[in-house]
């Protein structure tokens, strides 16, 4: 999300010193320097950083309010949501806004999902997320692939999940694409 376009890897770690030994011991294998072409993606996409986060909160708030009142979802995990069980501390904690990641289920379980990851067109399905496109996932298949069903159970990742990370698109525009994606009321 630094570079928000998409184009390179690269970012920091902080922490403990303590826990940063094995870090320490990583970039000795491998190294720990951008070569000059990353450096310069990254550079480009953060001079847009403050202004891409608060467009893709504000956006991600509006799609997580419209996807909580549709009939066709079964939750929706956005911490800016009151019914969000975390959003207590989120408005403590997370002043500047509440990010652009939306979670939800989809009420027909995991058929209704694929299929809504099917007929995306505006929003891409792929695993990488943050960029300055709308881009979802489904976690059964990317992030919790190598998980049982009981541990992604136990983490809160049903089938039905889908991970939507919120771009610069316009949010009328997300909404009518995620509509017809949803089909049919049932």
């Known amino acids: 999300a630094l570079g928000g376009h998409s184009d390179l890897l690269a970012g920091l770690v902080t922490g403990r010193d303590d826990l940063l030994a094995a870090v320490r011991t ?16 990254l550079e480009r996409g953060m001079k847009t950083l403050a202004a ?17 009142r549709d ?7 956005y911490p800016g949501l009151p019914s969000h069980p975390d959003h207590a501390v989120a408005r403590r904690v ?14 027909g379980g ?15 399905n792929a695993p990488s997320l943050g960029g300055v496109e ?20 136990a983490t809160g990742v049903s089938d039905d999940l889908i991970r939507l990370s919120i771009g610069l698109e316009d949010a009328a525009d997300l909404r009518a694409d995620l509509d017809q994606a949803l089909g049919a009321p049932a």
């Open 26 to 41: 990583a970039r000795k294998v491998y190294g720990g320097i951008l070569d000059p072409d990353a450096a310069w993606l």
């Open 52 to 68: 891409r986060v608060e467009r893709q909160g504000r956006t991600a708030a509006e799609i997580a309010a419209w996807l909580e």
């Open 71 to 77: 009939p066709r979802v079964s939750r929706v995990l």
């Open 94 to 107: 997370l002043r500047d806004g509440f990010g652009g990641m939306v979670t939800f289920g989809c009420a």
């Open 110 to 124: 995991l058929p209704a999902a694929r299929a809504l990851a099917d007929r995306v067109r505006l929003v891409a």
């Open 134 to 153: 709308s881009l979802l996932s489904l976690p059964l298949y990317t992030s919790h692939a190598y998980l049982s069903p009981e541990e992604r159970s």
